[in-house]
């Protein structure tokens, strides 16, 4: 086993693990930040640790290989802070930071504090490494840990407040496994009776519904998903996760559902009389408070993690396996099923067509300010054929649920649920996807929150777009009124971006096209109307009182 500092074989091992990037907030592991530079991982210095870690986020859901952010121990809580938007997202993160020696503990020591309890709640595991003779081994169990099973993040503390064990040298063995690189790690198969039961079960549904969530996109599970729909045919509805999973056009598709939602798929799956969730948490707001549908409604789910199942369905059949593979065998086991449903699926299809006779013309609006809905068309338009739209939460996720239709070959990256992580996770999916179009979306509050990694981006050569809907209005729920003297377009060329101001619907695509072609990271400001509110979550008459 070769010996050098632990600071080496950190570098060694990002290298060993394929990781590109490193996100992180100085001063943390100086020596191992310098020994990165030889082996060609690049260091992405940020100004905050949430930004930091919501880099990493966008990274890792991007690049399908866990992301790697760090800070000191004075900065651990907010790094800890921008992990929750991951821990619900299921997103693989490995958290390192410095933590505590023992000579200064507990003597008032200058920024010291016990924050490793701190990471219980927002991690799958959480480990104190004592000494550099264990990194290595703990280090492994990191990844393994973020790419196993259902993938989320992961923290490891050294000893230190900066990390300074790492620069001990100790005899290394240098093996970084394949398997635990990317994710998913493993594809385990649902039980072969369990396969057999929910095909049989699907077969005899009068009116099933697929709701497909997250789960199903980190399985890589589309082309799965849209084959055994179409073999049996039954209607998709996809969370705002797995968006993008199946195209908008296709005749299955029924939209998202839940709260931030098209209302004809709350519709398609109240009147539906078996709902089939695949990859899906069934959390609230993918079925708008365990509304939709309503519990008792028979189910079947599919799940990676056994944890899962029947949490708020009691299911009929309970798939324990990966997505993809355990699809494969649904699709394998239902042969040449021909399921007769034209009533059906033209019950569906008249709620799609309802819902976009109803929002079309909103869509088509040229007022101004400019509506919402008309934003999110013209950007879902406009999005290049192999775009990644990254979106920030509340009105920016519920315009673009609604109204922003994808096509095959995009990809919908969106948070958890804390606002302003779009902007940074959207850089750090650009430093995923270095050659490929990549476009966030937030409102005027989101951008606020981290507007200062413009300069991150302008330093590391970022290239993305980040589109921003401005109504000065912070997302119109307390009533909020910002600024209107400030204008992003202005504070973007300042501080090495370039910077667009569009105030006329007409002008949204020559102006993205101008972005995307400046070479430079852009911000692209549309001034648009406050007084709108997106329509939220439908439900059945009988549930709201109607």
């Known amino acids: 086993m070769p010996r050098m500092t632990g600071s080496r074989f950190f570098a060694e091992a990002m290298r060993g693990y394929g990781v590109t990037h490193l996100f992180y907030v100085n001063s943390i592991a100086g020596q191992a930040m310098q020994e990165m530079e030889k082996v060609g991982v690049r260091r992405v210095v940020t100004h905050g640790e949430k930004a930091a870690a919501y880099m990493a986020d966008g990274y890792a859901r991007a690049s399908r290989r866990p992301g790697v952010c760090l800070c000191q121990d004075i900065g651990t809580t907010n790094l800890a802070a921008g992990m929750r938007d991951a821990h619900m997202a299921c997103s693989p993160i490995i958290a390192i930071t410095g933590g505590q020696n023992d000579q200064p503990r507990y003597r008032h020591a200058y920024q010291n504090a016990e924050d490793f309890k701190a990471w219980d709640t927002v991690t799958k595991a959480n480990y104190s490494v004592d000494s550099v003779e264990r990194f290595p081994d703990l280090l492994r169990q990191a990844f393994r840990d973020a790419t196993s099973g259902s993938p989320g993040p992961v923290h490891l503390e050294l000893r230190g407040n900066a990390g300074q064990m790492l620069e001990r040298e100790a005899d290394f063995d240098l093996v970084f496994e394949e398997r635990f690189k990317h994710f998913p790690a493993f594809r385990p198969e649902a039980e072969p009776s369990t396969v057999k039961a929910a095909v049989a079960a699907l077969a005899q549904a009068a009116k099933p519904v697929i709701v497909a969530g997250g789960g199903a996109v980190a399985s890589g599970a589309g082309a799965e998903l849209i084959k055994l729909a179409e073999l049996l045919q039954i209607p998709v509805a996809t969370s705002l996760h797995a968006k993008a999973l199946v195209p908008d056009d296709h005749p299955l598709a029924v939209g998202v559902p839940g709260s931030y939602s098209r209302w004809c798929a709350n519709q398609a799956i109240a009147a539906a009389d078996l709902v089939f969730f695949i990859g899906s948490h069934t959390g609230g707001q993918v079925t708008n408070g365990w509304q ?64 976009w006779a109803e929002s079309d013309p909103l869509c088509g609006s040229d007022a101004v300010p400019m509506r919402p809905e008309r934003i999110a068309r013209e950007l879902g338009e406009w999005l290049p054929a192999d775009a990644t739209l990254v979106c920030d939460t509340f009105h920016a996720a ?60 302008a330093r590391l050569r970022l290239n993305a777009v980040m589109v921003v809907n401005n109504n000065y209005s912070g997302g119109v729920i307390e009533n909020a009124r910002f600024e209107k003297a400030v204008n992003f377009a202005k504070v973007a060329d300042s501080m090495g971006c370039v910077g667009f ?29 406050a007084a709108i509110r997106a329509k939220r979550g439908w439900v059945p008459p009988a549930i709201s009182g109607e």
């Not at 549908?293 to 199942?309: H, N, S, V």
């Not at 095959?408 to 649920?417: E, I, K, S, V």
């Open 398 to 457: 519920i315009w673009t649920a609604q109204m922003s239709r994808l096509r095959a070959g995009q990809q919908y990256l969106r948070c958890g649920g804390s606002l302003g992580w779009a902007f940074p996770a959207t850089l750090g999916a650009k430093a995923a996807l270095p050659d490929k179009p990549v476009i966030g979306f937030c409102g005027d509050a989101g951008f606020y929150y981290h507007m200062a990694e413009m300069e991150t981006a």
């Open 501 to 529: 101001r569009v105030e006329k619907p007409a002008e949204i695509k020559a102006t993205l096209d101008k972005a995307l072609a400046a070479g430079r990271p852009a911000v692209v400001e549309l001034i648009s109307d």
């Open 292 to 355: 939709i549908p309503k519990i008792g409604t028979p189910a079947i789910q599919l799940d990676i993690d056994p944890r899962e199942l029947g949490r708020n369905y009691p299911n009929l059949v309970s798939l324990c396996g990966d997505a993809k593979v355990t699809l494969q065998a649904l699709i394998a086991a239902a042969g040449n099923a021909q399921p007769r449903r034209a009533e059906w699926l033209e019950q569906v299809r008249g709620y799609v067509a309802d819902y």
